[in-house]
């Protein structure tokens, strides 16, 4: 079975770019979220889409959004990026949400830098 | 807000050495509460959970075991090995939003030959 697979692996960007990551979840799971990680902040929650819905979002600006399409797989869009929007983006994937027994798989991330 | 503290790093240690790394958490309701490990270049991979008080979590020679009363889940394994260096994370998340987990600031251990 394949892992949680997000890409591109790295990207270069401008600030005031935007940008837009994908992921794709394990076949079958339907609850994404996405995480940033800094050496500043550490591994902070950013939103998680089940059945292509925003169920949940964390603290972060309107300029980071999502979504999920209705094979499960999702992209997250950051816009007018700044230098500090560098950072590694993990995406998890999970069978259910509110199912405390699920365990989420994370993908490796992508290496976003804002230059 | 929930929370989580856990002992700051770097942490080394020589092989076959005993492993604690202290987690406590803060929390309205009544989390779960996982181990993941990060190694260098990859992702975050669940090292182990326990979903009620008293639950022991185990996994690869490490153990966790959820204390309500003191709001722990220090992670520990008795030999160490250099493959276990790492970036160690604990964390939560609670029932009503089991797909958000809060992360710890991570400890990064590193083990000598």
């Known amino acids: 079975k394949a892992g949680v697979t997000q890409t591109p692996r790295y990207l270069i960007k401008t600030r005031g770019q935007q940008v837009t990551l994908s992921c794709s979840p394990i076949?079958?799971?339907?609850?994404v979220s996405w995480y940033q990680q800094t050496p500043g902040q550490g591994l902070q929650f950013l939103f998680e889409?089940?059945?292509?819905?925003?169920?949940n979002k964390g603290n972060f600006p309107g300029r980071f959004s999502g979504r999920q399409f209705s094979n499960s797989r999702s992209e997250m869009n950051v816009s007018t990026l700044e230098l500090g929007d560098s950072a590694l983006y993990l995406c998890a994937s999970s069978p259910d949400r509110g199912n405390m027994n699920t365990e989420a798989f994370f993908g490796q991330g992508t290496r976003l830098t804002v230059v | 807000g929930d929370s989580v503290t856990q002992m700051e790093g770097p942490v080394t240690l020589s092989e076959e050495a005993f492993l604690t790394i202290n987690c406590t958490y803060t929390?309205?309701?009544?989390?779960?509460l996982f181990w993941y490990v990060q190694y260098p270049g990859e992702g975050l991979q669940l090292l182990l959970k326990a979903t009620k008080a008293d639950d022991k979590g185990s996994n690869k020679g490490f153990e966790a075991t959820y204390r309500k009363e003191t709001t722990s889940f220090h992670l520990e394994k008795g030999s160490v090995q250099v493959s276990d260096s790492a970036v160690y994370f604990c964390?939560?998340?609670?029932?009503?939003?089991?797909?958000?987990?809060?992360f710890g600031s991570g400890t990064r251990l590193s083990i000598r030959p």
């Open positions: 889409y089940f059945s292509e819905t925003q169920r």
């Open positions: 076949s079958g799971h339907r609850s």
């Open positions: 929390a309205t309701g009544y989390p779960s």
């Open positions: 964390a939560l998340s609670e029932w009503s939003s089991a797909s958000k987990i809060i």
